[in-house]
């Protein structure tokens, strides 16, 4: 199974950057479609982004659209996430994971969760 450590977070103001790293371990994911996905306080997770194995095609949430950019490195086993012009409803807990299958309503994911890295956007 694999293991899947998130990092990059922090706390930046409205209009920043963040790149967030998913770093795997215990098996390869280059095999795998690999998304992000976040939790704002009182909400349900939600999917944000995604980045299919072979094609390197991307998904996106509507709300992140232009903002966030979804990129993999095979050979580091690494999942990256640049957010750009970033708001205070970006604001959530960022994990990423192994996606199970997409459709037009976004991604669905497959296994454990990490421990997630924290994204705060101040106003």
């Known amino acids: 199974q694999v293991q899947l450590v998130e990092s990059g977070g922090g706390l930046v103001q409205t209009g920043g950057s963040l790149r967030l790293s998913c770093a795997a371990s215990?098996?390869?994911?280059?095999?795998?479609?690999m998304g992000w996905f976040r939790q704002a306080p009182g909400k349900e997770r939600e999917f944000v982004a995604a980045i299919m194995w072979a094609s390197k095609r991307t998904y996106f949430a509507d709300s992140v659209k232009g903002r966030f950019t979804i990129s993999r490195d095979n050979a580091k086993n690494t999942v990256y996430l640049q957010i750009d012009n970033l708001k205070p409803e970006d604001t959530a807990v960022y994990y990423c994971?192994?996606?199970?299958?997409?459709?037009?309503?976004?991604?669905?994911?497959?296994?454990?969760w990490g421990q997630g890295t924290q994204v705060t956007v101040s106003s």
């Open positions: 994971n192994v996606v199970s299958s997409c459709s037009s309503d976004g991604c669905a994911s497959l296994g454990s």
């Open positions: 215990g098996r390869t994911i280059s095999r795998s479609t």
